[in-house]
């Protein structure tokens, strides 16, 4: 399985079935304790992602 996920600019459902198919083969053998820190890892850096994101929308006036 690739490593990295490659999904296209347009977002289509192809993308979706991508994504589903490349959690699947990640997570496939592991146990469920690897899954929940599989998945906490995940979010952990999507919030942080968010918080910069927020953090330049709100310095450059474009979040009230």
């Known amino acids: 399985m690739e490593t990295k996920l490659e999904i296209s600019p347009d977002f289509t459902l192809e993308d979706i079935r991508k994504i589903r198919d490349y959690?699947?083969?990640?997570?496939?053998?592991m146990t469920s304790k690897e899954m929940i820190d599989y998945y906490n890892k995940g979010a952990e850096e999507a919030y942080k992602r968010m918080a910069e994101l927020k953090k330049k929308l709100e310095e450059s006036g474009k979040l009230n």
Request: net charge neutral; proline share 0%.
């Open 23 to 29: 959690n699947y083969e990640m997570t496939k053998h």
